[in-house]
Structures are given as structure tokens and as C-alpha cells.
């Protein structure tokens, strides 16, 4: 017997669930099968030293703090599904999809349901967004985190909740500890 409940679901989170696998797909589909680019070297050349050093060392010496969280989270995944073009770039495929859904759900609170379903229809097929999903980089973490925190900013405009002000500081640490450009954050 099919769940009543199920049966009246919004169409406007059919379609979410239905662009969010969609553009997972996207964004994973052969990852493992294109080449390495100059500057995805960075990033899992210090993610290989993270596991096997502890520390994000290059092999010139220099230690690579550039986008630590993204090369921990590199480095995580490595650890786990093995030293691959694929485990490199999941971490970047998780946030770029994960971008999907915030849109929707940020661009629903601030613009309604009609503007949230274009916002995401736009994040999930463009281009660039697909591109830089399927790269061992921290601009889509960066991403994510910057929205999520303007996000989480906004609720706790409306609300004041101490739990709200506390999540946005940790998106926006997060997003600081991606990319450089987080620490343009705090000026909000």
C-alpha cells in the first residue's frame, strides 16, 4: 500500500530530490576519468602528506595551509576509498551537491517557492558549478560554507536564537579554514 503521506509530498521538494540526485550524477559521473590539473597537485599532494605525516607538508617543505579543512577532508577520503583521482575529488562532488538543497532552501526563505526552484534548477545544471564539483579544490566547500553561513545569518536575523549564532560562527570558521575569502564573513 502506498504511504498517503508520501502522496501528498510538496512538489516543489519532489523536484529538489529529483535536481539534487540529478546533479549528483553530474558531478560524479567518471570524476576518476579526467586528468589531474596543475593546482589539484596542491591540494592532494597535501592531503597525501596529511595521512602520511600528519601535516600538510609539500614535498619542498613548505607547509600547505591553503584550504586546510578542504585538504583534511581530502585526506579523509583518501584514507578511506584509497589514493585515487576519484577519493580526491568526492569531498568537492559532497559539496557541490550539497549546494543544491541550501539554495533551495535559502533562496525559498528570502525570495519564495518560484524563485527557490530556479535558483536551483540554475545551481545544478551550470557549467561551472558541474565543473568545479569535479575538482580536488576548496572552492566548492568554500562555497557551500559562505552560503550556509549567510543562511544561517539570515535565520538568526529573524529569531535571535543563541543555537542559530552558534552554527553560523562554525559555518563561518569553516568557511574561513576553506578558502581565504571566508574571513570576508565577518565584515556581515
Known amino acids: 500500500m502506498i504511504n498517503k503521506r508520501l502522496l501528498r509530498l510538496d512538489p516543489a521538494i519532489l523536484a529538489l530530490i529529483f535536481l539534487t540526485i540529478f546533479g549528483f550524477v553530474l558531478r560524479i559521473y567518471e570524476i576518476d576519468q579526467q586528468s589531474?590539473?596543475?593546482?589539484?597537485?596542491?591540494?592532494?599532494?597535501?592531503?597525501?602528506?596529511?595521512l602520511d605525516k600528519g601535516a600538510p607538508v609539500l614535498p619542498s617543505g613548505w607547509f600547505y595551509s591553503h584550504g586546510i579543512l578542504n585538504t583534511g577532508f581530502i585526506a579523509a577520503s583518501m584514507g578511506i576509498f584509497g589514493e585515487t583521482e576519484f577519493a580526491a575529488r568526492l569531498p568537492t562532488v559532497i559539496f557541490g551537491t550539497l549546494t543544491i538543497p541550501l539554495i533551495f532552501?535559502?533562496?525559498?526563505?528570502?525570495?519564495?517557492?518560484?524563485?527557490?526552484?530556479?535558483?536551483?534548477?540554475?545551481?545544478?545544471?551550470?557549467?561551472?558549478?558541474?565543473?568545479?564539483?569535479?575538482?580536488?579544490?576548496?572552492?566548492?566547500?568554500?562555497?557551500?560554507?559562505?552560503?550556509?553561513?549567510?543562511?544561517?545569518?539570515?535565520?538568526?536575523?529573524?529569531?535571535?536564537?543563541?543555537?542559530?549564532?552558534?552554527?553560523?560562527i562554525i559555518s563561518t570558521i569553516c568557511a574561513a579554514l576553506s578558502h581565504t575569502y571566508g574571513f570576508s564573513l565577518i565584515a556581515v
Do not use: P, V
Not at 36 to 50: K, Q, V
Not at 135 to 148: D, G, K, P, V, W
Open 36 to 50: 589531474l590539473w596543475y593546482d589539484e597537485g596542491y591540494s592532494i599532494n597535501a592531503a597525501l602528506a596529511m
Open 105 to 168: 532552501f535559502f533562496t525559498k526563505k528570502i525570495g519564495g517557492r518560484r524563485t527557490a526552484l530556479i535558483a536551483t534548477f540554475l545551481i545544478t545544471f551550470l557549467a561551472i558549478e558541474i565543473a568545479w564539483s569535479r575538482q580536488a579544490r576548496m572552492y566548492q566547500q568554500l562555497q557551500f560554507f559562505y552560503i550556509l553561513s549567510l543562511y544561517l545569518f539570515y535565520l538568526f536575523t529573524r529569531t535571535r536564537s543563541n543555537k542559530l549564532l552558534a552554527l553560523t
